[in-house]
């Protein structure tokens, strides 16, 4: 059982190039979520799901695309990366219900030049 | 809207000493409370959750919290520090009926000296 795992776990891109980041978890969750983590600002929320083939905004979600085609994985997209976001980016899976906790994955910190 | 302030972006303490790390939500409706630890260069891990029930929460490695509604806090509190617990703590809030979102305050390191 590896839990939440993120596929690469660093990353330098030049600006404009483009990438996508992995997430996957093997404890059947059905939501899922990516979070960006900068200094002296927390986590902030990206987008999320909560289903196979569903995504949804969170608070900071422009410039990126995320994907839920199986239930276990979710990707993140950078269609044209920016330096705004160089960043630590964290996924987390939830089973559901109100006293489950998301469980994180280990993080994936990208530098975009 | 929402919102986590965690007061004290760094706090240093003795070995031996309390640790009191504090949260404050501000919110219409009931929360849950979260409070995570991250190791450098690692993940975030769960201390300990506030959903219903008794507002004394024990969590791992000695650390408990208190969800205090007419105060609208849930501060972090461990008797005594070991140099183990120097990391950054995070203060989270959810809502039923969100998809469990979370919302995150800045954060809290903890330096832990001799």
Same mark, same amino acid.
């Given at each position: 059982n590896a839990g939440v795992t993120q596929t690469p776990k660093f990353r330098v891109l030049k600006t404009g190039q483009s990438m996508t980041l992995l997430c996957a978890q093997d404890m059947n969750h059905e939501y899922m979520y990516w979070y960006r983590q900068d200094p002296g600002m927390g986590l902030r929320l990206i987008h999320y799901s909560v289903g196979e083939g569903t995504t949804a905004k969170g608070e900071v979600p422009d410039g990126y695309n995320v994907s839920?085609? $199986? $239930?276990q994985n979710f990707l993140l997209g950078l269609e044209s990366a920016a330096p705004s976001q160089t960043s630590v980016y964290f996924c987390a899976s939830y089973r559901g219900g109100d006293v489950d906790t998301q469980y994180f994955g280990p993080g994936t910190r990208l530098t975009v030049l | 809207a929402q919102s986590v302030t965690q007061l004290g972006s760094h706090v240093s303490v003795s070995e031996g000493a309390l640790v009191l790390l504090r949260c404050n939500y501000s919110s219409s409706v009931p929360p849950y409370l979260f409070w995570y630890v991250q190791y450098p260069n690692q993940g975030l891990q769960l201390l300990l959750k506030y959903t219903t029930g008794a507002t004394l929460v024990k969590g791992i490695n000695g650390f408990e919290a208190e969800f205090k509604k007419s105060e609208t806090s849930f501060h972090l509190t461990k008797p005594s520090a070991h140099m183990s617990d120097a990391a950054e703590y995070f203060c989270a809030v959810s809502y039923t009926g969100t998809a469990s979102k979370l919302t995150f305050g800045t954060g809290t390191r903890l330096q832990v000296t001799l």
């Amino acid at each position: 059982n590896a839990g939440v795992t993120q596929t690469p776990k660093f990353r330098v891109l030049k600006t404009g190039q483009s990438m996508t980041l992995l997430c996957a978890q093997d404890m059947n969750h059905e939501y899922m979520y990516w979070y960006r983590q900068d200094p002296g600002m927390g986590l902030r929320l990206i987008h999320y799901s909560v289903g196979e083939g569903t995504t949804a905004k969170g608070e900071v979600p422009d410039g990126y695309n995320v994907s839920r085609l $199986k $239930k276990q994985n979710f990707l993140l997209g950078l269609e044209s990366a920016a330096p705004s976001q160089t960043s630590v980016y964290f996924c987390a899976s939830y089973r559901g219900g109100d006293v489950d906790t998301q469980y994180f994955g280990p993080g994936t910190r990208l530098t975009v030049l | 809207a929402q919102s986590v302030t965690q007061l004290g972006s760094h706090v240093s303490v003795s070995e031996g000493a309390l640790v009191l790390l504090r949260c404050n939500y501000s919110s219409s409706v009931p929360p849950y409370l979260f409070w995570y630890v991250q190791y450098p260069n690692q993940g975030l891990q769960l201390l300990l959750k506030y959903t219903t029930g008794a507002t004394l929460v024990k969590g791992i490695n000695g650390f408990e919290a208190e969800f205090k509604k007419s105060e609208t806090s849930f501060h972090l509190t461990k008797p005594s520090a070991h140099m183990s617990d120097a990391a950054e703590y995070f203060c989270a809030v959810s809502y039923t009926g969100t998809a469990s979102k979370l919302t995150f305050g800045t954060g809290t390191r903890l330096q832990v000296t001799l």
